[in-house]
């Protein structure tokens, strides 16, 4: 018995940590060690939930009202995973990061917790294509062409051409306005647009920035 309770953790932590090492080697915040817990710990409460089963199984009378689910403990478990997936998630000059690392983390919860109730293969299975899916199709994503969506704010003068040309400027560089914002000081005479934008494909933030600034009356420009 203990040798089995054993091997399923040394192989809860064995199939976590092949995964937190492809995050870890590209600096997620969410690496090796974190996997290595996560798959662990969802493998031990996997067993606690089944030996608590067991217990209450062994000392069951039918006059017993109590009753026992060995998947409750495996259900709050997953949804735990939220705050620490939450945890990962960055979002960042209107970019939003982390949510393969915060993926990863749910999935090896799921791995410890089939490593746990004795579900080897699917747990080395799911893990196979896990890490498949994180090194393998890398290279194909960057093979796609896909948009690229940006939000830019810019103070500038209250003047009825500063918004045309910004507009034009945007499209020169192969960007669509989805929507403008704007925000007017009557005392100040500025106006701040808030401009949503997408590209189709990865354009240099620093290169927008630089020829926005070039225009007569622009204050300030910034990534929102």
């Known amino acids: 018995m203990q040798k089995i309770i ?6 809860a932590a064995i199939l976590g940590g092949l995964i937190g090492i492809e995050r870890e080697a590209h600096g997620r915040p969410a690496g090796f060690r974190t996997h290595i817990l996560i798959a662990t710990g969802s493998a031990l409460l996997m067993m606690i939930s089944q030996h608590i089963y067991e217990i209450y199984q062994e000392l069951r009378v039918e006059s017993m009202i109590l009753r026992i689910d060995p998947g409750r403990i495996a259900a709050m478990t997953i949804a735990s995973m939220g705050f620490l997936g ?13 949510l393969t690392t915060a993926a990863c983390l749910w ?24 890490i498949l899916s994180l090194v393998m199709l890398r290279y194909i994503e960057r093979n796609i062409n896909k948009d690229w969506y940006r939000r830019i704010v810019i103070t500038t003068e209250d003047t009825e051409e500063q918004l045309i040309k910004i507009c034009n400027l ?11 914002g704007f925000d007017k000081d009557i005392i100040k005479k500025e106006i701040l647009y808030d401009i949503d934008i997408r590209f189709r494909e990865d354009t240099l ?13 622009i204050k300030k420009v910034r990534w929102g």
């Open 205 to 217: 933030d620093s290169v927008i920035v630089r020829e926005l600034s070039m225009i007569n009356g």
């Open 170 to 180: 945007l499209k020169k560089n192969k960007g669509k306005i989805l929507n403008i």
């Open 86 to 98: 939450a945890g990962v998630i960055i979002r960042e000059k209107g970019q939003v990061r982390g």
């Open 107 to 130: 999935i090896v919860t799921a791995i410890g917790l089939a490593v746990g109730c004795g579900f080897y293969s699917p747990a080395v299975i799911t893990t196979i294509i896990s």
């Open 6 to 11: 054993i091997i399923k953790l040394l192989l």
